[in-house]
């Protein structure tokens, strides 16, 4: 089946320094990505919806100038956290819909913000 | 708008018994259902999904999962539970005939599987 890999898989870092999480679709290409944030024993919260080549769309509350998405090429989406504080630390899962509408998730990102 | 209720947090079950965790759904439209289940510290990995055809899908590990329109209800099944089935279970829906794709998620159920 399809595989989606993040990187790094965790990843502690000082308050106030920024950080950048990795999401690649390894054998399909994915036109669209999505962002989710997990809160522990928590659902997924969508942040945004990524498209290749085009500006993200964020969710309500979701804010973009923390949360940078890119996705600049068909099978690499990118999350970064600007700024970290301590209340970001989170688990972070991308997912990569592909040409058929099958949406696949990555194996998750732990963010700790110190 | 679409919206997934999965009303228990917690199923405790003996190993051996078997299993259900409840989901129930509200699309405007048709229903595109899925289960997935995901171990401590890992992302989600795939049980199955109902997209049309029989209302019993048969999914992987010995999952099985009832799609029922009258009560609006997708529940996970399995006949025999194991140990290492322990872990978190998510229901999601997505409107199958609607401008919106993605997915909306429920709010998960722990199972714990009792040796």
């Known amino acids: 089946g399809a595989v989606v890999s993040q990187h790094p898989s965790w990843v502690i870092c000082k308050s106030g320094t920024s950080v950048k999480i990795e999401c690649r679709s390894l054998?399909?290409?994915?036109?669209?990505m999505f962002w989710y944030r997990q809160f522990p024993k928590q659902s997924l919260m969508l942040m945004a919806t990524s498209n290749e080549g085009s500006k993200a769309t964020y969710e309500q509350g979701v804010e973009k100038d923390k949360f940078l998405i890119n996705h600049a090429s068909l099978t690499l989406s990118t999350l970064t956290v600007t700024s970290a504080h301590p209340e970001d630390s989170s688990f972070y899962i991308c997912?990569?819909?592909?040409?058929?509408?099958?949406?696949?998730f990555g194996p998750g990102t732990r963010l700790t913000v110190l | 708008a679409q919206s997934v209720a999965q009303p228990e947090d917690q199923v405790n079950v003996a190993e051996g018994n078997p299993l259900t965790v409840k989901c129930t759904y509200s699309?405007?439209?048709?229903?595109?259902l899925f289960w997935y289940v995901q171990y401590p510290n890992r992302g989600l990995q795939f049980l199955l999904k109902y997209i049309t055809g029989d209302n019993l899908v048969k999914g992987s590990y010995g999952f099985e999962a009832e799609f029922n329109k009258s009560q609006t209800s997708f529940h996970l099944k399995k006949p025999s539970a194991l140990v290492s089935d322990s872990a978190l279970y998510f229901c999601a829906v997505r409107d199958g005939s609607g401008s919106a794709r993605q997915l909306t998620f429920g709010s998960g159920t722990q199972l714990t599987v009792l040796p």
């Open positions: 054998d399909f290409q994915a036109t669209t």
């Open positions: 699309v405007s439209g048709n229903p595109y």
């Open positions: 997912s990569a819909r592909d040409i058929l509408g099958e949406q696949f």
